[in-house]
């Protein structure tokens, strides 16, 4: 899962006031009211300047009282009510402006920023279009309409858009920043780094560009530079919170972080931005032991992600007679989104509050255990927790790592990824589950067919892992097992290798750790359905290391391709020997760089072993809790009645 400081640069910049005659016709309007509402206008505009909103808002409601046609008053109005954070009153009186003057280009943009931030950017892109067509050299309304066209996912358009505003203003910092997350989104990083670098150049302490340039680096496997980026972004912006977050997610891709440097770094973030935001709450839930439980879930990723793939079971197959499932939805909605919208008892849309709204919703709604479902990943609201809004607060599965966080209480996985041992280095309490992660796939997978090697004898590896968790030591592994194996090849495939400069870039790793060109495959950005087929031109799955497979991984095996897999010293490292340790299959994990080589070769010395695990690998793989999504829910859910329990026996309950 990427994680990088991707926040668009909108622009809500306060237009000219625009002056508007009053209508001469309404005769039944008095001269005097017409003065009168040109006086409270004024006195409106006087405090609006001074940041008196409040003021502002009653001036222009009294000009409107005695002069209902007086476009600039509902415009006004639209301005101070919108700064008051009143996003429906705003709306309504930009409204009122249009119906009155259908031609005023700056009540359409004004309208447009308003519906962004209520969320509906269809809705949005209307007001903006129609700004243009009215005024078409209007640079912020092609601003604002890339940023919302990025949102529906209409990329290609959202950078014709920035390129427009390019072409009226081309020193725009912000619009190279906000073209260079696009450009990224579509897997042009190298466009990406060109537009970052431009926004760099005229504005040098633009930190968020910094810290996106540094996303950029990642994806292409460069995780030191990319440590650098975000560091000298918080130099910069000390309180530039997603770039902090980027940093521990991108040391979790360092070779040279240990358990001691992330939890440490974990505690910074924690001191810097979370323990501050503590609160005592006193939590009036029923103090009941077995009743009927309310669980939250919090997460960006209710929808077609990699995430969902991995606790979507938890919002479908849950125990309705003992648990509701309530989930806190954050992002574009789909089919996934859908599928779980229609399974859970309550939802909320969450994308458009504040962190304090939230809190208050979740303390209405008295959830008892509040669930992260994405940790240091994109659009987390690990804020929230920080001001403990349920009894019990545990972070699980989107992303398989501590917080580092005081407020945040539990923290699931199983024994392999934190032994005992390496229990020093979490904040959470650790729970130990039967496998640290299930499975929730919606789609049938493709037939599984014999095993490629069986045709001509020779090993076809693989791995479809993002190209970030690649790192130096593993092209130096990977080369050696393809010198070593005759007429073997590796297959790549990830979504950035539809772009031939990072095929290259790819190409150059490997030679440079002695690796020759020619045993390497490259595919790129397929079909999910498409995506899982290749892997019939595989025979074993090579992982990453220090960040393993996870869902990639899953789907993989799944497909009936084993994988060897390195058991790193760090959480992340430890994802796919906790999955083959689960799946009985612990001889296909290796301790050290020079026993993967060994492992991969003597796998792949065995034809017939392989082909028979390839053909039971599926069967082993669902028979297992893994694989079961019903028998993983119900595994959490003991974990859940145990953590209220014990949180009633504290409250002194008697069960």
Same mark, same amino acid.
């Given at each position: 899962?990427?994680?990088?400081?991707?926040?668009?640069?909108?622009?809500?910049?306060?237009?000219?006031?625009?002056?508007?005659?009053?209508?001469?016709?309404?005769?039944?309007?008095?001269?005097?009211?017409?003065?009168?509402?040109?006086? @409270? #206008?004024?006195?409106?505009?006087?405090?609006?300047?001074?940041?008196?909103?409040? /003021?502002?808002?009653?001036? $222009?409601?009294?000009?409107?009282?005695?002069?209902?046609?007086?476009?600039?008053?509902?415009? &006004? +109005?639209?301005l101070a009510l919108k700064d008051i954070g009143q996003l429906n009153g705003a709306r309504d009186s930009y409204r009122c402006a249009l119906k009155i003057k259908p031609d005023f280009a700056d009540a359409h943009y004004k309208l447009g920023n308003v519906l962004n931030e209520l969320g509906q950017f269809d809705e949005t892109?209307?007001?903006?279009?129609?700004?243009?067509?009215? #005024?078409?050299?209007? +640079?912020?309304?092609?601003?604002?309409?890339?940023?919302?066209?990025?949102?529906?996912?209409?990329?290609?358009?959202?950078?014709?858009?920035?390129?427009?505003?390019?072409?009226? !203003?081309?020193? $725009?910092?912000?619009?190279?920043?906000?073209?260079?997350?696009?450009?990224?989104?579509?897997?042009?990083?190298?466009?990406?780094?060109?537009?970052?670098?431009?926004?760099?150049?005229?504005?040098?302490?633009?930190?968020?560009?910094?810290?996106?340039?540094?996303?950029?680096?990642?994806?292409?496997?460069?995780?030191?530079?990319?440590?650098?980026?975000?560091?000298?972004?918080?130099?910069?912006?000390?309180?530039?919170?997603?770039?902090?977050?980027?940093?521990?997610?991108?040391?979790?891709?360092?070779?040279?972080?240990?358990?001691?440097?992330?939890?440490?770094?974990?505690? !910074?973030?924690?001191?810097a931005y979370a323990a501050p935001l503590w609160q005592n709450q006193i939590h009036t839930n029923d103090p009941t032991a077995i009743r009927r439980l309310r669980i939250g879930y919090v997460s960006a990723d209710f929808k077609d992600h990699s995430a969902a793939r991995v606790f979507g079971g938890m919002l479908i197959r849950y125990?309705?007679?003992?648990?509701?499932?309530? *989930?806190?939805?954050?992002?574009?909605?789909?089919?996934?989104?859908?599928?779980?919208?229609? &399974?859970?008892?309550?939802?909320?849309?969450?994308?458009? +509050?504040?962190?304090?709204?939230?809190?208050?919703?979740?303390? /209405?709604?008295?959830?008892?255990?509040?669930?992260?479902?994405?940790?240091?990943?994109?659009?987390?609201?690990?804020?929230?927790?920080?001001? !403990?809004?349920?009894?019990?607060?545990?972070?699980?599965? %989107?992303?398989?790592?501590?917080?580092?966080?005081?407020?945040?209480?539990?923290? @699931?996985?199983?024994?392999?990824?934190?032994?005992?041992?390496?229990?020093?280095? $979490?904040?959470?309490?650790?729970?130990?589950?039967?496998?640290?992660?299930? *499975? $929730?796939?919606?789609?049938?997978?493709?037939?599984?067919?014999?095993?490629?090697?069986?045709?001509? %004898?020779?090993?076809?590896?693989?791995?479809?892992?993002?190209?970030?968790?690649?790192?130096?030591?593993?092209?130096?592994?990977? *080369?050696?097992?393809?010198?070593?194996?005759?007429?073997?090849?590796?297959?790549?495939?990830?979504?950035?290798?539809?772009?031939?400069?990072?095929?290259?870039?790819?190409? *150059?790793?490997?030679?440079?750790?002695?690796?020759?060109?020619?045993?390497?495959?490259?595919?790129?950005?397929?079909?999910?359905?498409?995506?899982?087929?290749?892997?019939?031109?595989?025979?074993?799955?090579?992982?990453? @290391?220090?960040? %393993? %497979?996870?869902?990639?991984?899953?789907?993989?095996?799944?497909?009936?391709?084993?994988?060897?897999?390195?058991?790193?010293?760090?959480?992340?490292?430890?994802?796919?020997?906790?999955?083959?340790?689960?799946?009985?299959?612990?001889?296909?994990?290796?301790?050290?760089?020079?026993?993967?080589?060994? +492992?991969?070769?003597?796998?792949?010395?065995?034809?017939?072993?392989?082909?028979?695990?390839?053909?039971?690998?599926?069967?082993?793989?669902?028979?297992?809790?893994?694989?079961?999504?019903?028998?993983?829910?119900?595994?959490? /859910?003991?974990?859940?009645?145990?953590?209220?329990?014990?949180?009633?026996?504290?409250?002194?309950?008697?069960?």
């Open positions: 899962m990427f994680n990088w400081f991707k926040k668009i640069a909108s622009f809500t910049n306060q237009v000219s006031e625009t002056k508007v005659a009053a209508n001469q016709g309404d005769d039944y309007i008095s001269q005097l009211e017409i003065s009168e509402s040109e006086n @409270f #206008k004024d006195q409106g505009n006087i405090y609006l300047n001074n940041g008196q909103l409040n /003021e502002a808002a009653a001036c $222009f409601r009294q000009a409107i009282a005695r002069n209902p046609n007086y476009v600039e008053a509902h415009y &006004n +109005l639209g892109v209307k007001c903006y279009r129609k700004a243009l067509e009215i #005024k078409p050299d209007y +640079l912020y309304a092609y601003v604002n309409l890339g940023n919302a066209l990025k949102e529906l996912g209409q990329l290609n358009d959202a950078v014709a858009n920035y390129h427009r505003a390019l072409e009226i !203003k081309p020193d $725009f910092a912000e619009v190279h920043y906000n073209m260079g997350i696009v450009q990224y989104d579509l897997g042009r990083l190298d466009d990406a780094v060109i537009s970052f670098r431009r926004a760099l150049e005229l504005k040098p302490d633009y930190a968020e560009a910094i810290s996106n340039l540094g996303g950029v680096l990642r994806g292409f496997g460069q995780t030191d530079e990319a440590v650098a980026s975000y560091r000298r972004a918080l130099l910069l912006k000390p309180g530039l919170e997603n770039a902090h977050g980027n940093l521990l997610f991108t040391l979790d891709l360092s070779a040279s972080a240990d358990m001691e440097e992330l939890h440490e770094e974990r505690k !910074k973030w924690d001191a125990d309705r007679s003992q648990f509701e499932a309530y *989930s806190n939805h954050k992002g574009k909605d789909d089919m996934f989104t859908e599928l779980f919208r229609q &399974n859970v008892t309550v939802w909320r849309n969450i994308a458009n +509050l504040s962190d304090e709204a939230v809190v208050k919703v979740i303390l /209405e709604d008295r959830i008892d255990i509040l669930v992260d479902l994405s940790g240091h990943t994109t659009g987390n609201r690990l804020l929230v927790f920080a001001r !403990k809004p349920a009894p019990i607060q545990i972070t699980a599965w %989107g992303y398989a790592t501590g917080t580092g966080m005081r407020a945040m209480d539990v923290f @699931f996985t199983d024994p392999v990824m934190v032994p005992s041992q390496d229990k020093q280095y $979490f904040t959470e309490e650790i729970q130990y589950l039967p496998s640290v992660v299930g *499975s $929730f796939f919606t789609h049938h997978f493709p037939d599984i067919n014999e095993l490629p090697a069986l045709a001509d %004898g020779n090993i076809t590896f693989g791995s479809f892992n993002r190209l970030a968790k690649v790192s130096k030591i593993t092209y130096r592994a990977w *080369s050696e097992v393809l010198l070593a194996i005759p007429r073997s090849r590796l297959i790549l495939k990830a979504p950035e290798l539809s772009d031939p400069t990072i095929q290259k870039l790819v190409i *150059s790793n490997f030679v440079k750790e002695g690796g020759i060109a020619e045993q390497i495959i490259m595919l790129g950005r397929t079909p999910w359905y498409e995506h899982m087929h290749a892997y019939n031109q595989v025979d074993i799955a090579l992982d990453p @290391f220090p960040h %393993g %497979g996870g869902v990639t991984a899953l789907e993989g095996l799944m497909m009936g391709v084993p994988m060897i897999t390195l058991r790193w010293p760090t959480v992340v490292g430890r994802l796919s020997a906790s999955i083959m340790t689960t799946l009985g299959l612990p001889d296909w994990i290796a301790e050290t760089p020079e026993q993967y080589v060994q +492992l991969a070769i003597q796998k792949a010395s065995d034809l017939q072993s392989l082909a028979a695990l390839r053909q039971r690998l599926r069967d082993i793989f669902t028979s297992s809790v893994i694989g079961d999504p019903a028998a993983y829910a119900k595994a959490v /859910e003991k974990k859940y009645r145990q953590l209220w329990q014990e949180w009633c026996a504290r409250r002194n309950c008697t069960f």
